[in-house]
């Protein structure tokens, strides 16, 4: 994470079942309607809570708002694991990777991407996730390409590439200028890499 740009963010600890389960709302609340032109009296209002309950979650909105934007991202990254965790074939495995980053994606409204990419705490912490991602699947291409599934390449630039895209397609980029569906969008990135990837006959 880009630390010059959340130094302001949040320790973590642990939450009360109550803090919990007001971060959950919340996240449901972002994902649907964004969060940036959200005031902490109308989360307050929204939640059926007073402020120094929100405060006592984050000293500020803009602090709320990245630590409910991370909290999403953890969330995401546990569940999309959790899916390959017993997958062996690596090639589907990459597969059922994107798969899952689609679906983790598709209750994210264009106003919460939108929102995420204009305020660069929040930022940070998606790019931090874009970059995760690509790590991931480095890993996924140089073990396939040790089993002998997928030919020998250079998997960092091909993973950096895979990042790229994947980060276009959580902005509306793609999209915007494609016409695809965040979903499409994977299922074909899904397509595109693993045929790149077989070996030559």
Known sequence: MTRSEVTAMPRRR???????????????????????????????????????????????????????????????????????????????????????????????????????????????????????AATRIRTLIAEGVQQGAFRDVHAALVSEMVGLTIENIHLGVIAKRTGLSDAEAFDALAEFLLGGLSPTA
């Open 14 to 132: 642990t939450l009360t079942a109550r803090q919990a389960d007001l971060l959950n709302r919340l996240e449901q609340l972002f994902l649907a309607e964004g969060f940036g032109a959200f005031t902490l009296d109308d989360l307050a209002a929204r939640m059926r809570c007073s402020k120094s309950t929100l405060y006592a979650l984050a000293p500020s909105k803009e602090q709320l708002s990245v630590q409910v934007v991370s909290h999403f991202f953890k969330k995401a990254t546990e569940r999309i694991e959790a899916r390959i965790a017993e997958v062996a074939d690596v090639r589907v495995r990459i597969g059922d990777y994107l798969s899952a980053a689609a679906d983790e994606l598709r209750p994210a409204s264009r106003e919460f991407i939108a929102d995420i990419a204009a305020f660069p705490p929040a930022r940070a912490v998606y790019e931090l996730n874009a970059r995760a």
